[in-house]
């Protein structure tokens, strides 16, 4: 198989057809979080319940986090302008029957159908991106594939948030229908780097990838309904787990013993692929848990609405476009183990701030944690990918390139899983603590329920009963709110940790991987 050699001299043409798997990758990763905002009107659309109506997002992460890795041995059997034309036209195909389903099933098998074809897109573009750009050029290219990876999921709830609110829930998954066909066929028309090895399906590990979809598949049931279910309490999780568990030691033996492996993951042999792998694991647990707060405290505690839930996170997106070129300059000027500090102790310096976050905070209050958090990002993942990718030789690329994106869909799922934990466990704790100190000899809430019961009762009703199920909704308020912040907390050491395990990586030498 022919692989892409980077060249200082690169055509409008192959410019343009990186630019257009880009966008491919944009519409892949935004269709994650296109729907946060609004299920309560996909779930009312479809008649869904409220255990259900979940599945959205779950059916669409769990295949796509089993064809990330497996987009390394497609790219090299079919080459990178088969397999991305393929993954674009399933991708919009899928997006029209997600907005023409009628039931709860459908929407699950389309949705699912929708990231596992989607997740093609995700990694090729890595892999192109350290293979047919020369290093110089490499400063450039990064920080567009970081502002796509980082703002896309970023903007999620605020486009879906818009579409739902001005048209209707089929708009989130129509709206790929005209980028879709650009798309696709811009991909085959321009994409001409390499040529595919169909002689590699000959050979293909068929027990390495039906034990890698199991192990992945249940991994990531797992982290999405653990939380929900109070973890092992429930059978499903439990079986899954047990299920995941040999599914993983079956993928693992196969991985290491078999020449023909379906991921071959001897790249982390390579220090820096390593640790940056890592770091993007963590990155995925700050990028989606983060992402995933916002929302959750707006529409739970302030009572936004979808388009009023975008139109608050708006401003991480933004501050991503201005963090984008800041990145691409000081990544030419600075060390990049010295950038990832600054932007490790830039977002642990956003997540500080969150941590005196109260019930009556709003769009101001979070304006400057949200700025700070992405520039910060941005600050993190362009010299991350250039640690990560920039030092492999091109023949481990494709595979590698599915294993870091991998790494970072796994650090979004664990970490969402961690987070909701902590929120449930947490806010029951802060609950029975603020619960304790409201007695009969409390004079504030005493004078508290008095008045309250007293407004109640001049308007004819319960005031008793009402006065102290409005308590209680305070009370329980309050705790979340507590619960927001120990994440927040949380959140500040993990990032501020990170800063002393960078100085591990070897510097990148200035050369070029596709070159040996």
Known sequence: MQTPQPSQELSIKTIAAFMI???????????????????????????????EISWVQTSYLIAEVIMIPLSGFLNRALSTRVLFTTSAVGFTIASVLCATATSMQQMII???????IGGGMIPTVFASAFTIFPPSKRNLVSPIIGLVVTLAPTIGPTVGGYLSDSFSWHWLFLINLPMGIL?????????????????????????????????????????????????????????????????????F??????????????AFA???????????????????????????????IQHYSSYMIGNTMFISGLSMFIGAPIAAILSNKLDPRLLMTIGFLGFAGSTYQT??????WAFWQLFLPQLFRGISMMMCMVPINNIALGTLPAHLMKNASGLYNLTRNLGGAIGLGLIN?????????????????MNWGNKAAEGFLQTLTMTFNSS????????????????????????????????TILFCLLCLLVWLVKKPENKASGAH
């Not at 399906?201 to 390495?208: K, L, P, R």
């Open 110 to 116: 389309y949705r699912a159908l929708q990231g596992f």
């Open 253 to 266: 033996y196969r991985s290491f013993t078999n020449k023909n492996a379906i991921v071959d993951l001897y």
């Open 421 to 437: 934990t902590v929120l449930i466990n947490r806010s029951a704790f802060h609950y029975e603590r603020i619960a304790e100190t």
């Open 355 to 360: 941590t005196y976050l109260t019930s009556d």
């Open 183 to 251: 798309v696709s066929l811009g991909a085959w028309y321009l994409i001409d780097f390499d040529k595919g090895d169909k002689s590699l399906f000959e050979t293909m590990d068929w027990v390495g990838l039906i034990s890698m979809a199991v192990f992945l598949g249940s991994l990531e049931y797992v982290l999405e309904e653990g939380p929900q279910h109070d973890w092992f309490s429930d059978t499903a999780v439990l079986s899954l787990t047990i299920t995941m568990i040999l599914g993983g030691i079956i993928f």
């Open 270 to 300: 390579n220090l820096n692929f390593a640790l940056g792998s890592f770091f993007s694991f963590v990155m995925g647990i700050g990028l989606y848990g983060m992402t995933y707060l916002y929302p959750l405290y707006l529409s739970s």
């Open 21 to 51: 798997m880009v966008f491919g990758m944009f519409m892949a990763i935004l269709d994650i979080q296109i729907v946060s905002s609004s299920l309560a009107e996909i779930q009312a659309g479809l008649s869904a319940s409220s255990d």
């Open 460 to 491: 004819g009703l319960n005031g008793k009963a009402l006065a102290l199920a409005q308590l209680a909704g305070i009370v329980r308020s309050q705790a979340m709110v507590m619960a927001f912040v120990d994440c927040f907390v949380i959140l």
